[in-house]
């Protein structure tokens, strides 16, 4: 049973001094206790992929060693898969390890978009699009708070680089926010509830996120109805009393006393209401209450089936980007197979930085292999490269992989990016493989015309180069402590590719949408790209890629058929935060192949005529489906208002514009099996006018149009409607501002007819 504290009691328990003690972090991972009023604490962790629970004797930064826990594949993997149940499994096992360590906080999951495939700590993050993060975080979520231990939804928001993190102001539109790094957020506070939320490091338009009202009380708490504690990111505070005035609740980690010191210092002052630090230690204590029963059990958790649920989720996330000719699956019972690259035995299954797992084991994709071949299979391996060894004499091994590959049916080549290049902290110089690696690729393929590249890498790594000589290629990412077996199952065909790319692989870096814009310079970042981020810029401007958003093969193959878009009438199913279901998309997907396998179906989404610059399309829904060989299943997915609508600046919110919207269902963001179109009626968005609106604007609006023609016909120089009669000038002068116009007019239209034709509109 949850445990109650009377809060009017307890606050006026409370000294001021022991307050402002609350909103610091007692230690590193520890929230305050007040022992003599009974108020206890709790620990929280890292935990996006696995638990990260801090030994006492570690590390004063918490960078260093903790106990063993399952790595699971971290989000650029789980993002791969697609998978709502699958996410919502992990969540559950992450919790079951929480509660047998007597964590009350996992912190993470990390939903931040993928603005660039260079930003160091992509391997956290689940999609370059909104929608795919926002699911599959609210699923994570679910799965870890269903057994009573909290999350910590992170970075809020807009943290998109490494570099200069701490200081850097992400200057970014306010459309853009709301349809791209707001968006996942708020699916899921409203969806999934999490019990914190973790603030980021940079500043949003000049404001630190932990100090930013608009951000954290505005749009988090009055908007979405969030109920939870907000927390910084450890070391993110830079102001501790703005942070905890602007809606901070808790900052991390111990600051020593000085921040307490500086918060009841202002109280004092009167600079700050005591009434605002009570409220953070109410969700404090709502926190304590929530997690307290988690924390005080004696579970334990079962670690075989755990590495046997990482397995599972690491096949399911892997994306077979290409598989030329069939290659894949291998043939395991007869021949000789060449195993090649250091990865093959010394995998790298995990980022580096704060979300580093000390797993319970882990498994490599030669050992797996050796024991899934059949006994007719010689099986030879070479490492071929070394990884982050400056020692190691590269020509040597390089020439042994050629001989290893010259004499074998197949070559199954372990490529990747070592540790170094991809971290929490710093961002990547580049997207290219090493140099080594990719000279071994060629030189083996000089020798034999059969070879798969296996890849693991955190974040896209640039194929344009190489693909050429790689007739199948399997993207990894990073798998966790059961990738190595679970990449040995998908060579082998013990289990079928099911993984789809979340994020785009781009033919160079030249190419991407932020290419300009970052890191920024002069700590500032400059989102230029606006809403056109990942495939959204790819598709806007026909630019070809390697593999688009979406893209991934399978062992088999899925037909999409009879696709069917109605659109519904209202008054059906009730109105939720993404308002009212207003289109039925339905399409049957058939498995035409000879294999059981899982298909993606996709909706995507575009607005021909739209007032604004809309994306061509954008991912509104999806659905993993798994079908034998032969069968076929309906899949029925609905679009809501949210959906179809856009943010608008000028209006302060959503706005749906009625008129032709085009629906396509497929494979990927370039395959598009099926297309409809479909007619959404409803009324005209009306904005509302001031002195900057324009003529033209004043002409649009439903009001304001008869109330300007009565004004021009009534002037004291006559009617002058006539100056709209001819289209050209109207288009010459339509874009002046009302009061630049009735300066120009003089006498026929002064100034306080503005005004007055305002007050006319408004009344």
Known sequence: ??????????????TLEEKASLVSGQGFWWTRKVERVGLPSIMVSDGPHGLRKQEQSTDHVGIGGSVPATCFPTACALGSSWDVDLVRRVGVAIAEEARGQGIGVVLGPGINIKRSPLCGRNFEYLAEDPLVAGVLGAALVEGIQSLGVGTSLKHYAVNNQEADRLRVSADVDDRTLREIYLAGFERVVRQAAPWTVMCSYNRINGV????????????????????????????????????????????????GGASARKVAAAVSRGDLPEDVLDLAIGRLVTLLERALPGVESDDSYDA???????????RECAVLLKNDGGLLPLDAGAGRLAVIGEF????????????????????????ALRAGVGAGVTLDFAPGFGVDDPDVDDAALLAEAVETAAGADTVVLFLGLPASYESEGYDREHIDLPAEQQAVLAAVAGVNDRVVVVLANGSVVGVADWDHHAGAILEGWLGGQAGGGAIADLLLGVANPSGRLTETVPLRLEDTPAYLNFPGEDRHVLYGEGVHVGYRHYDAVGRDVSYPFGHGLSYTTFEHSDLAA?????????????????????????????????????????????????????????????LDPGESQRVDLVLTERDLSYWSTRAGGWVLEPGTFEVAVGASSRDLRLTATVEVEGPRPTFPLDRNSTLAEWLDHPVGHEILLDSLRQ?????????????????????????????????????????????????
């Open 208 to 255: 630190y996120a932990s100090q930013d009202r608009w951000l954290l009380t505005e749009v988090l708490r009055d908007e979405w109805g969030f109920d939870g504690l907000v927390v910084s990111d450890w070391g993110a505070v830079d102001d501790p009393v703005a942070a905890v005035a602007a809606g901070l609740d808790l900052e991390m980690p111990s600051t």
């Open 715 to 763: 002037s004291p120089l006559g009617d002058l409607t006539s100056l709209l009669d001819n289209p050209e000038q109207l288009r010459m002068i339509g874009s002046f501002p009302m009061s630049r116009l009735a300066t120009m007019l003089g006498d026929a239209m002064g100034d306080d007819e503005v005004d007055a034709l305002l007050a006319k509109v408004q009344g």
């Open 344 to 367: 093959a035995r010394s995998p790298r299954f995990q980022g580096a930085g704060s979300s580093k797992v000390n797993p319970t084991r882990v498994d490599d994709a030669l050992t």
């Open 1 to 14: 049973m949850s445990p109650r504290f009377d809060l009017s009691a307890l606050l006026a328990d409370l």
């Open 566 to 626: 109605t659109v519904l009438e209202p008054g059906g199913e009730p109105a939720s935060w993404l308002g009212a279901p207003r289109i039925s998309v339905s399409v049957t997907v058939t498995n035409t192949g000879t294999v059981a396998g899982q298909e993606v179906v996709q909706v995507y989404l575009g607005d021909p005529e739209a007032a604004v610059r809309r994306p061509v399309r954008e991912l509104k829904a999806f659905a993993k489906v798994a």
């Open 304 to 314: 075989d089936a755990h590495h046997e649920l990482a397995r599972l989720v690491a």
